[in-house]
C-alpha cells in the first residue's frame, strides 16, 4: 500500500523559508518521479515541482512562480522528498501536495501522478 506523509507546513512571514518533507512507503520510491503541487482556496491545483528517478539523474522541473525560490530533492535512502521554499510570498499560500508519478521521468501534468499524500498547509503572512 503506498503511503506518502508530508510534514514541514506552517506560517511564516514573507521573504522567509520552509523545508517541506515527503516521507514515501509501499512502493520502490527510486522506480518513479516524484512531485509537488499545491492548492490555494478557490484555485485549481498548480504544479510546484517534480524530480525523476536518479535511473535518469535526478532531473528537476519547477512551476514559473516558483523558479529559482524553491528546490527539490530527493533522499532515496529515506524514502524522502524534499521541497526547500525560500524568499517566500503571501500567493505561495496553499495546501502543498506531494505526489507519486506513474513514470520515472520528471512530469507536471497532475494526471501523470497516481498517488497523493493529504497535504501540509504553508501560509504565508506580511
Known amino acids: 500500500q503506498v503511503r506518502l506523509v508530508e510534514s514541514g507546513g506552517g506560517l511564516v512571514r514573507t521573504g522567509e523559508s520552509l523545508r517541506l518533507s515527503c516521507a514515501a512507503s509501499?512502493?520502490?520510491?527510486?522506480?518513479?518521479?516524484m512531485g509537488w503541487f499545491r492548492q490555494a482556496p478557490g484555485k485549481q491545483r498548480e504544479f510546484v515541482a517534480s524530480?525523476?528517478?536518479?535511473?535518469?539523474?535526478?532531473?528537476?522541473d519547477y512551476g514559473a512562480s516558483v523558479k529559482g525560490r524553491f528546490t527539490i530533492s530527493r533522499d532515496n535512502t529515506k524514502n524522502t522528498v524534499y521541497l526547500q521554499m525560500n524568499n517566500l510570498q503571501r500567493e505561495d499560500t496553499a495546501v502543498y501536495y506531494c505526489?507519486?508519478?506513474?513514470?520515472?521521468?520528471?512530469?507536471?501534468?497532475?494526471?501523470?501522478?497516481?498517488?497523493w499524500g493529504q497535504g501540509t498547509q504553508v501560509t504565508v503572512s506580511s
Open positions: 509501499g512502493f520502490d520510491f527510486d522506480s518513479r518521479a
Open positions: 505526489a507519486q508519478a506513474l513514470v520515472p521521468w520528471h512530469a507536471y501534468d497532475a494526471k501523470m501522478y497516481e498517488n
Open positions: 524530480i525523476s528517478s536518479t535511473s535518469i539523474r535526478g532531473n528537476t
